[in-house]
């Protein structure tokens, strides 16, 4: 039985809202979690199928309602499903998510990706809720303190690899090349919600685009609920490259319209241990920093939730959120 009963919506890319939903399905009614997902991505599997079948990208979605699966034996199955790559098949499929491919043919079979997603909660008795942002075919675009206009999530999400990259040159704008048009579901949720979460992943490419949607920043700033930002444990070359705790938070603020609006933002504090500074700063990654005083001027009347919410897989030294803790310190609110 969950402790909690609260409705909440969370918005968010995979793998820091992977781990938002893991802990929030144990811990809260799973189905009263809604977890809003971007279609804009370009890169990998989902971007290859994509511009071939003319569909909307599967791999957020599909990562979220693995989150969502309430059986840890049935996740573990699934898991290993929707990651094989096909790797011995010869032909177009090979190296394509079979994960990915389930959801684009549901999506074809139910006509829609809103329909394809609600098909396989079903077919997977998934009790929570995916909702794609928007149903219109964007890119998403950014445009850099030199003027330097990027276009499509994966290109700018590795823009670090260019030659002429300048991590001094920061993301200044991002916008999509057409109008987006929101999901009815999404503003539906977030008019019932009691808590809205923005997740934590790559700022710029999955967090904040959800708020160029038509009408979701205005929903969230007239909705009664609270409003939480979990901010990322480390900084992301090409994206937030030096950014402290106010960097992020002036950034969200920028987008919802209103700095009053964020209630609270939760911030690690724990100090990493040695192993795993040491690998994260051979790959030129430090930690966020938090800079209390800038952000309470940013916004005044936040609250910083302070605590230790990492873990670190040492088998594939990964460094991320603990699920049950940060899922903890947001219902507790």
Request: charged content about 30%.
């Amino acid at each position: 039985m969950n402790k909690y009963r609260q409705k909440i919506v969370s918005f968010g890319g995979k793998t820091g809202h992977f781990q938002l939903l893991s802990g929030l399905k144990k811990l809260n009614d799973p189905s009263q979690i809604t977890a809003v997902v971007g279609t804009w991505d370009s890169g990998g599997s989902s971007g290859i199928l994509r511009s071939e079948l003319g569909v909307l990208p599967p791999g957020d979605i599909r990562a979220c309602l693995l989150a969502l699966m309430e059986d840890d034996n049935q996740q573990k199955v699934a898991q290993r499903l929707f990651d094989d790559r096909l790797k011995e098949v010869a032909g177009p499929l090979k190296g394509h998510s079979l994960g990915n491919l389930i959801g684009v043919r549901l999506d074809h079979i139910f006509h829609g990706i809103d329909r394809g997603t609600e098909a396989e909660r079903a077919l997977f008795r998934i009790r929570g809720h995916v909702f794609p942002a928007t149903l219109t075919d964007l890119s998403l675009i950014c445009m850099t303190k030199n003027g330097v206009e990027i276009e499509g999530e994966a290109d700018i999400d590795s823009r670090k690899k260019r030659a002429d990259f300048d991590p001094k040159d920061r993301i200044m704008r991002i916008y999509f090349n057409r109008q987006a048009e929101t999901n009815p579901k999404v503003l539906e949720a977030i008019t019932k919600a009691d808590k809205i979460i923005f997740a934590p992943g790559d700022l710029y490419t999955s967090v904040l685009p959800h708020l160029l949607v038509e009408g979701v920043a205005e929903a969230v700033r007239k909705s009664k609920a609270k409003v939480i930002f979990v901010l990322n444990l480390i900084q992301k070359a090409g994206e937030t490259d030096n950014f402290k705790a106010s960097d992020f938070i002036k950034a969200l603020v920028y987008y919802l319209g209103d700095a009053k609006r964020l209630d609270y933002v939760i911030s690690n504090t724990g100090k990493f241990d040695t192993e795993t500074v040491k690998v994260y700063e051979g790959e030129g990654k430090k930690e966020v920093k938090l800079d209390e005083l800038v952000c309470k001027k940013i916004a005044p009347k936040v609250k910083i939730i302070k605590g230790t919410f990492w873990e670190y897989l040492k088998k594939v030294h990964l460094l991320r959120h603990d699920p049950l803790e940060l899922a903890l310190a947001i219902l507790k609110l």
